[in-house]
């Protein structure tokens, strides 16, 4: 799937509450950091992952399933197996009628879900990481690619 800068440029400029679905609570796992890096990018972060329901993660309860959370998310982001993605995206879209964006991690996809949620209005990127892209588009990728802070002189 191709998706032009402008495009995702644009649906991380108009999400401001992103469920993430599958993080985890281990700070070396990618969810974890996708989750922490959007919250201080701005974002408010809400977890979803029913191993760790009504725990605290980065500030915010933590949910079983998309049916729980109480409030409104403009973005789903889905880390989960693609096998996994239909009943998050029939949950999400049942959930919130207006929801903008469905949002699939690097490695998932699912074509017939996507082509539901594009039906009823909803944006779907599959196969992309939304932190991978923010940092690409908005200038925060250092050398190689990695968004590090740290360049060694050694180099």
């Avoid at 409030?71 to 879209?93: C, E, H, N, Y």
Wanted: charged share 20%.
């Amino acid at each position: 799937m191709t998706y032009s800068d402008a495009f995702l440029k644009d649906v991380l400029q108009r999400a401001k509450t992103v469920a993430v679905v599958g993080v985890s609570a281990n700070p070396v796992r990618p969810s974890y950091f996708v989750a922490r890096y959007l919250g201080l990018r701005g974002y408010r972060v809400i977890p979803v992952n029913p191993g760790i329901a009504g725990q605290t993660l980065l500030g915010e309860t933590v949910y079983g399933d998309l049916g729980e959370v109480p409030d409104r998310v403009d973005m789903v982001d889905i880390f989960r197996r693609s096998d996994a993605v239909p009943p998050i995206v029939d949950a999400a879209l049942a959930r919130w009628p207006d929801l903008q964006t469905i949002w699939m991690q690097i490695g998932v996809m699912h074509a017939e879900s996507a082509a539901i949620a594009e039906a009823k209005g909803v944006t779907v990127i599959q196969d992309r990481c939304p932190k991978i892209e923010y940092q690409r588009l908005f200038g925060e990728l250092r050398m190689g690619g990695f968004a590090t802070g740290v360049i060694s002189s050694k180099l």
